[in-house]
């Protein structure tokens, strides 16, 4: 759900400018291919909930990013992926230090993509997510 | 999954300090109740993708927020809950402005609860949400 | 999910038609409305898992179908709504005896339309669900 | 959420007998290892939704049953699996002819195991689920 500056050629530059909130959060694009995408992140103490984990929640941010990027670079310059679903596993919790997040699609309909992630640190998965994406005009 | 800082008395007052993740990002709990929470959130430019609406991740963050602070009403001195699969619904995109996140448990089980969040603004849905918390031992 | 014999006038008698899996399991139209649907189904041992209670599937068949139909009171003839992401969150066991499912649009999209819906036994919650539904012309 | 009868020796054999729902319904064991579970199963005509695709609820049990089956592999004589949480993404249609699914653990907690399913027909997807699952003590 990371946009792009209309004004710069490079996607994989554009997208991991820091205008919107996954940004401003710290994700970075690493790469982005045919229907997949990669992030990486940096989990400090701002990100912890008062337990000492990773937030649910910068989870959920991490994914849906990597996703929406995933399904863009399977969409035309007027299109828009926004998510209708997501539905994120935690699988262990998640602690301060650096994050891969992978996203996929899993398949690409007329309106509708699916797609996938997962979070792993140190080696780990920490959480596996599906998301549907429906593909709207920018208006 | 916002925590306490236990040298405080109060529990509302309490889970609505800016220690964690959700509080930082601008989350402050109005009210709970006997498995019942919520949040007041103002939704500024900070929050939103680039497309201009508010971005997944920031709901999934109020939406988990909510239902752990509802669970946390239901749960002992030495118990955390512990997200371990949520699913969040976007009705609609939400924009500038103040959102109201209500969260509830439907049921709890000895190691296993079940929530499910509404978040709304100016009277109408844009999420839904539903998610299963473990209940872990405070280490 | 569950279709229409377009020789039939009536939606609800229609729709109650044992023509499907969902019929053919036993499941029965009790009403349909705006944007929603109740179903009403008899549990029978020939509905259980080995360990004696409702199983997983049956709940799943029931919440698909029931807001399969709830989508289709708001659709029109040459529209089939096709579940994309369904989520079912399982309360506590069901067993032998009647259930009631209720489904209802919680948003309807012009491409995509969400839905919930609730199945209780003895006045009891047993399950929750939530989808995400296609609306696909029909070929 | 296939059960044993406590006489037979075989794990698999016993998973395979048509004792549940997902039995009846003609789902067979094909394999089951160290928390992996294959299941084959052939669409027919009773399967299918009056639209002639296969009933998502159909595609619901199979998926819920692979993974109980593999959770199982991971779980003592005393301990049923039972699903909490299952979401099922759909990616295509499913037609008459035989399905392969899989299902794995992705992690097992002491309270708590995440698994992952994968159907497939004619070697595409058309069904991802992911579920969650208490382990409780058999009564």
Do not use: W
């Not at 828009?80 to 690409?108: D, I, M």
């Amino acid at each position: 759900m990371v946009g792009r500056d209309r004004g710069t050629p490079c996607r994989m530059a554009d997208d991991a400018a820091p205008g919107g909130f996954a940004g401003r959060l710290g994700a970075r694009v690493q790469d982005t291919g045919d229907g997949v995408a990669t992030l990486a992140f940096e989990v400090g103490d701002e990100h912890l909930n008062p337990a000492g984990t990773l937030h649910g929640g910068v989870v959920a941010t991490l994914v849906d990013t990597v996703m929406g990027q995933a399904v863009r670079t399977t969409t035309g310059d007027g299109e828009v992926p926004a998510t209708s679903q997501l539905t994120v596993t935690y699988l262990r919790p998640g602690k301060p230090g650096p994050l891969e997040v992978r996203g996929r699609v899993r398949t690409r309909g007329e309106h509708l993509t699916i797609c996938e992630a997962d979070v792993e640190q140190e080696g780990r998965g920490i959480a596996h997510a599906v998301a549907t994406f429906a593909i709207l005009d920018r208006r």
